[in-house]
Nanobody, 121 residues
Framework: VQLQASGGGLVQAGGSLRLSCAAS????????MGWFRQAPGKERELVGV???????DYADSVKGRFAISRDNAKNTVNLQMNSLKAEDTAVYYC????????????????WGKGTLVTVSS
């Protein structure tokens, strides 16, 4: 599976961005999909996960502001980010895991290249 995240850019604090993750090579239908981010000088962290059935889990730092959705017909997963804060600045990655629990732990089978999100304060 090849994954490619897109949609990053520069946005003012309080604004919104929508990231997309497109897959090729295999259907994502039965994969748990995760979004992760890595800020400068920090370790990569989980943003949220969506199961193949649509269940979701989010990091406390983004709950109520971010939402993950998936479109199995288009083989894509999206991350809607609202009320962005300066601390959301990071490179965002999408990834796929065969097990939901593994995704929550960050143990992914496939990783895509990241897309940079910069939030100006």
């Amino acid at each position: 599976v090849q994954l490619q995240a897109s949609g990053g850019g520069l946005v003012q604090a309080g604004g919104s961005l929508r990231l997309s993750c497109a897959a090729s090579g295999r259907s994502l239908r039965f994969y748990a999909m995760g979004w992760f981010r890595q800020a400068p000088g920090k370790e990569r962290e989980l943003v949220g996960v969506i199961g193949w059935g649509g269940s979701t889990d989010y990091a406390d730092s983004v709950k109520g502001r971010f939402a993950i959705s998936r479109d199995n017909a288009k083989n894509t997963v999206n991350l809607q980010m609202n009320s962005l804060k300066a601390e959301d600045t990071a490179v965002y990655y999408c990834a796929a895991a065969s097990q939901y629990v593994a995704a929550l732990k960050g143990t992914m089978d496939y990783w895509g290249k990241g897309t940079l999100v910069t939030v100006s304060s």
